[in-house]
C-alpha cells in the first residue's frame, strides 16, 4: 500500500506570499494531522482533521487554515508568509481521530521563505 | 513548552555498541511514543508503550517506562550505520484527545 504522500517536496517563496501545501493520506485512514518542525526542533501540532472535521488546533496563528476533502487528503493553507514559517511542514494520517495511537508521517515539505 | 526532552541531544558509537536514549517529561500522560527521522525526513513510529506498561521490544528496540519518574528510555542493540538518525519521543495526554507533543530529539551517529 502506498504511504503517506505530500506535495511539492519543496517550495521556495518570498514574504507576504501564500502556500497550499498538499496531503494524502493512506488508504483507510480518515485523520490526518500537519505538523510544522523548524531546524533542530521536534514537529510542532498545526491542525488535526478527522472525518472533514477539525479535531485539535495548535498555537498557530489564523494565518495557518486547513481542510480536508471528502476522499480524506487534506490542505495545509499559510498566508502572508513570513521568514519565520520556514520549516518542513509534515503530514501525519491514522485510522481513527484522536492522538493515543500510531501516527503515519509523509516525506515532508520543505518550505522556504525569503 | 516542550513536554518531552530526549538526552542526550547527540551521541555517537560504533557499529555493534548499544545505543540508549533517554526522554522526560513533565505531566501525567496517557501513552509514550517513539519516532525515528532520517534526515529531515518524514518520522517512523518505532513503539508505543502505554503508561500502565512498563517495558516493550520491537526487535532491537527496548522500551521502559517510569511513570513515578516521568521518564522513558530507548535501547538499540547491536547498532547498525542505517540506524544514524534523530529519535524523537512524543507524549500523549489526556487519553489522547490532546496532540501529540515532541521532545527536540537525540542525532544518533553509528560510526561503521
Known amino acids: 500500500d502506498a504511504g503517506v504522500t505530500q506535495s511539492p517536496t519543496h517550495l521556495i517563496k518570498t514574504r507576504g506570499q501564500q502556500v497550499t501545501l498538499r496531503c494524502s493520506p493512506i488508504?483507510?485512514?480518515?485523520?490526518v494531522s500537519w505538523y510544522q518542525q523548524v531546524l533542530g526542533q521536534g514537529p510542532q501540532f498545526i491542525f488535526q482533521?478527522?472525518?472533514?472535521?477539525?479535531?485539535g488546533r495548535g498555537n498557530f496563528p489564523d494565518r495557518f487554515s486547513a481542510r480536508q476533502f471528502p476522499n480524506y487528503s487534506s490542505e495545509l493553507n499559510v498566508n502572508a508568509l513570513l521568514l519565520g514559517d520556514s520549516a518542513l511542514y509534515l503530514c501525519?494520517?491514522?485510522?481513527?481521530?484522536?492522538?493515543?495511537?500510531?501516527?503515519?508521517f509523509g516525506p515532508g515539505t520543505r518550505l522556504t521563505v525569503l | 513548552s516542550q513536554q518531552g526532552e530526549e538526552d542526550p541531544q547527540a551521541l555517537s558509537i560504533q557499529e555493534g555498541e548499544n545505543a540508549t536514549m533517554n526522554c522526560s517529561y513533565k505531566?501525567?500522560?496517557?501513552?509514550l511514543q517513539w519516532y525515528r527521522q532520517n534526515s529531515g525526513r518524514g518520522l517512523v513510529h518505532l513503539i508505543l508503550?502505554?503508561?500502565?506498561?512498563r517495558e516493550k521490544h520491537s526487535g532491537r528496540l527496548r522500551v521502559t517506562l517510569d511513570t513515578s519518574k516521568k521518564s522513558s528510555s530507548l535501547l538499540i542493540t547491536a547498532s547498525r550505520a542505517a540506524d544514524t538518525a534523530s529519535y524523537f519521543c512524543?507524549?500523549?495526554?489526556?487519553?489522547?484527545?490532546?496532540?501529540?507533543?515532541f521532545g527536540k530529539g537525540t542525532r544518533l551517529s553509528v560510526i561503521a
Open positions: 505531566t501525567s500522560i496517557n501513552n
Open positions: 512524543a507524549t500523549d495526554v489526556n487519553s489522547g484527545n490532546t496532540p501529540l507533543v
Open positions: 501525519a494520517s491514522s485510522r481513527a481521530g484522536g492522538f493515543g495511537h500510531e501516527q503515519f
Open positions: 508503550i502505554r503508561s500502565n506498561e
Open positions: 488508504s483507510g485512514h480518515k485523520s
Open positions: 482533521y478527522y472525518e472533514k472535521e477539525e479535531r
